[in-house]
């Protein structure tokens, strides 16, 4: 188990979009606080054209306010009535939301060391001397926007890395609770096998050997879907196509999760005329596909419900099959993401999430290996029936 949960952690790989994320393209966005109409005029004039995007504020709470448009640097002058430069820094550096947003503070000549030495200890991030020009400012601004990129990078990606870190956790539970059913078939059966070893005749035997090594090939087929996964992912999956008859594969199918099937007492049902089309598949992958929407379908239909397989022409050169169960059926929010890795299907009844969600994305991913596609149709209350498409092929059976 510890080694198939390593597995599963190996392959998993989330996209990591905040190290994706291309600042460069974003217009920065700049808040300019002057209490000073002429200044701000000023500026705005000396923007023009510029590659900024300017928001203006007259005074410190006005500022305030206008940190909630997601501002990317706030330029302030000092001395302003009510709230000024140094307590507006002070403010926003004490705020978690705003403390990394840089602030560059304007002072006067006269007052540069005093205001600088004052600026520094409420937090800002440079001061510019009044008058400047703007090539100045724009280079102060560039470099302070140049930290601001790297930190949103650096807050996205550890955001990222505990939203990982999180799914990893919440991965390995759902493993561990598919596998458990599984493996307490075959602690079971071990077990009677080892208590009632003088006293079981052949027949008892042989039945519960058989048993035991359907639940090994349930167990092998989970890690089968992952590795399988990873390859057909990274595009290194070979198929292995031939002609076959889709009733043998389903039958192969069947066989495999012959004992999930006889457990809920479900009744199994083919609708496969013996003169269907034949596929030009890779046979161990379909018969897989077919396991892994059979043991699904198991999963939501309640005791004594319903599994139906059937086949119906599609276009020409593909077969249309269908997996259909008398089961809770999947809520509509859920169809869209069914077939995503790791995204897992609320019981209708029992309110509760089931399986690691693996299954559906390996077939999904086998089919479209296949040149098919699969979609399914469900309503809450009324079954499901996942439908697939493969190609086919034209055999000559006559003797």
Not at 98 to 109: C, D, E, G, K, S
Not at 172 to 192: A, G, K, Q, Y
Not at 194 to 223: K, P, Y
Not at 339 to 363: P, Y
């Amino acid at each position: 188990m510890i080694i198939y949960i390593y597995i599963i952690l190996m392959v998993f790989n989330p996209g990591n979009t905040a190290l994706q994320r291309r600042f460069s393209q974003v217009m920065p966005k700049i808040l300019i606080v002057d209490d000073n109409a002429n200044n701000r005029m000023l500026m705005e004039a000396m923007f023009d054209g510029a590659s900024y995007e300017t928001v203006f504020a007259s005074n410190g709470r006005e500022a305030l306010e206008k940190l909630a448009e997601d501002i990317d640097l706030v330029f302030s002058d000092v001395m302003m009535p009510d709230i000024n430069g140094f307590e507006l820094c002070q403010k926003i550096k004490e705020n978690p939301q705003t403390r990394h947003v840089p602030v560059i503070l304007v002072t006067a000549v006269k007052r540069k060391r005093e205001d600088m030495i004052r600026g520094l200890e409420t937090g800002a991030d440079d001061y510019i001397i009044r008058p400047f020009e703007f090539e100045e400012l724009d280079a102060k601004l560039r470099a302070q926007l140049r930290v601001k990129a790297l930190y949103d990078q650096l807050a996205a990606t550890n955001q990222e890395l505990v939203r990982s870190q999180k799914m990893k956790e919440e991965l390995t539970h759902m493993v561990v609770h598919d596998l458990r059913n599984p493996v307490s078939s075959l602690s079971s059966i071990f077990e009677m096998l080892a208590q009632m070893a003088d006293s079981l005749n052949q027949e008892t035997a042989l039945r519960l050997i058989n048993d035991g090594q359907h639940c090994a090939n349930l167990l092998l087929m989970m890690i089968s879907n992952i590795l399988d996964i990873h390859k057909m992912e990274e595009g290194a999956m070979e198929l292995s196509c031939r002609p076959h008859r889709i009733y043998d594969l389903v039958s192969d199918a069947a066989m495999q999760v012959r004992i999930l099937i006889n457990q809920k007492e479900i009744s199994f049902q083919t609708d496969i005329p013996y003169d269907a089309p034949f596929v030009q598949v890779d046979g161990d992958k379909l018969v897989r596909v077919f396991a892994n929407l059979i043991g699904n379908a198991v999963k939501f239909t309640p005791r004594r419900g319903m599994i139906h397989i059937s086949t119906h022409p599609h276009t020409e050169g593909w077969l249309r099959i269908s997996v259909s169960d008398s089961g809770a059926g999947i809520p509509k929010e859920d169809q869209a993401r069914i077939f995503d890795k790791f995204e897992q299907v609320r019981k209708h009844q029992e309110n509760q999430f089931v399986s690691s969600g693996l299954g559906l994305t390996f077939c999904k991913l086998a089919v479209e290996a296949h040149g098919g596609r699969i979609w399914v149709e469900s309503q809450e209350g009324q079954g499901s029936t996942f439908h697939f498409t493969l190609p086919t092929i034209q055999i000559d059976t006559a003797p």
